[in-house]
């Protein structure tokens, strides 16, 4: 809320995260409310792996378990989960990964033309982003008193928004360079940068800009959020020799067995329905018109 973002992950060195028996996840408000500033405080720090494994994994939980608490927990953690979907949409974004097949479904369902456009880049992109963010983004406050000789009262929301911008904006080259890149194998200079309509000087540039925006500090465990290893962030790489790019992608197989619970679990929902509906029929059938009408 002050926005120190490294003093709010500091805070939490003697809070497990991941423990399911900690004392924090046995309210669920609570256990949504840790991760949604966890995955918010990486957002702003420019980590935007570790944010979108902090909502992925929040959200997993909400959606799985949401059935096992009290209505008035469920519907406090649904307005908090529709805020961290729009924040995992911009992270997703700006830094694409691999997420969870349901998440994955949901954001492309409700927020697919927004991360189209973020994606295309330009002044639309900062646009769509700047709408995610004032809707998905918590109440901040200043710990110093305004300058009321001042003409015109700087918000902290505005100015937290500025700062991400800032960082947004640079992190725009790498959805656009890796739309074109996964395309090929090798490519010349020349033809990627008629493509981007720009110089092959500058796009030379923006390419070194995309190696280094690729690699992040992640957080690999521990009560350090902070603390972290260097890894490549996106399952795309490439090496510039001369004027010719050579693309590496690294595929990873898909999990099946997700996908087979999920339409499995479909598929017994759709027999119960029709059972149901078969034995309501059966039982109106020995019934006089009348009073079938009236069940019916």
Not at 190 to 204: Q, T, Y
Not at 265 to 276: A, F, P, R
Request: net charge neutral; aromatic share 10%; hydrophobic share 45%.
């Amino acid at each position: 809320m002050l926005g120190d973002y490294t003093l709010a992950l500091q805070t939490l060195e003697n809070v497990e995260l991941g423990n399911a028996r900690a004392l924090y996840t046995r309210v669920m408000a609570c256990h949504v409310s840790v991760y949604y500033y966890v995955g918010f405080a990486y957002l702003m720090m420019g980590r935007y792996a570790d944010a979108t494994q902090a909502f992925v994994h929040i959200l997993t939980f909400v959606s799985r378990t949401r059935q096992y608490h009290q209505r008035q927990q469920v519907d406090a953690a649904s307005k908090k989960a529709e805020q961290m979907y729009a924040l995992l949409a911009v992270a997703v974004s700006l830094s694409p990964v691999r997420v969870d097949e349901n998440i994955h479904a949901y954001l492309r369902e409700k927020y697919g033309d927004q991360q189209h456009r973020i994606q295309r880049g330009g002044e639309e992109a900062l646009d769509v982003i700047s709408e995610l963010y004032l809707f998905a983004c918590p109440k901040f406050i200043t710990p110093n008193p305004p300058n009321y000789d001042a003409a015109e009262v700087a918000e902290p929301q505005a100015y937290q928004l500025r700062t991400f911008l800032r960082e947004a904006r640079l992190q725009l080259v790498v959805p656009t360079l890796r739309s074109f890149l996964k395309l090929y194998t090798t490519m010349g200079i020349d033809r990627l940068s008629s493509f981007l309509e720009m110089e092959p000087a500058e796009l030379k540039n923006q390419l070194m800009v995309y190696k280094q925006r690729c690699r992040q500090v992640k957080w690999v465990g521990g009560s350090d959020l902070l603390s972290g290893e260097l890894v490549p962030s996106t399952d795309l790489d490439f090496a510039l020799q001369m004027d010719m790019i050579f693309i590496a992608e690294s595929r990873v197989g898909r999990r099946y067995a997700d996908w087979f619970i999920r339409n499995a679990n479909k598929v017994y929902d759709l027999v119960v329905t029709l059972e149901n509906r078969q034995d309501a029929v059966a039982a109106n059938a020995g019934k006089p018109l009348a009073e079938a009408e009236v069940v019916a």
